[in-house]
């Protein structure tokens, strides 16, 4: 448990320590979780104790999101003066980041049908 809590907040730590030199450009959790993506790429997965760790976390989800709705109650006028942009600009990610998925998922089924006949001539 513990070597999984130390992989994890590494990878965010040094995602902050990135965002700061990038002053700000993309927040340290994003960057920290493609840190931790490109650890798992290198080595070709995860230790078992991350794993453990990830989802043991992944249990309390719930109770991040806390914050968020409290945030939103608080900030309601803010939203209500803003809301047009804000239901346009939710709109247009969701639709880049569907057609981007598509795409991703079109290309990766694309490949694994190409490289299926060549999976019996492997040792």
Sequence with gaps: MLYGITVIFIALFAGEAVN???LGAIPGPVIGM????????????FDRRVVDFSSALLRYLALLFIPVG?????????ISHQG???LLTL?????ITMSVTALVLQYLLRR?????PYQDELP
């Design 84 to 86: 047009w942009a804000l």
């Design 20 to 22: 700061r030199l990038l």
């Design 91 to 95: 709109l247009i990610s969701t639709v």
């Design 34 to 45: 493609l840190l931790l993506t490109l650890f798992a790429f290198f080595r070709r997965g």
């Design 112 to 116: 694994k049908r190409d490289a299926a």
């Design 70 to 78: 409290v945030g939103l109650m608080t900030l309601s006028a803010q």
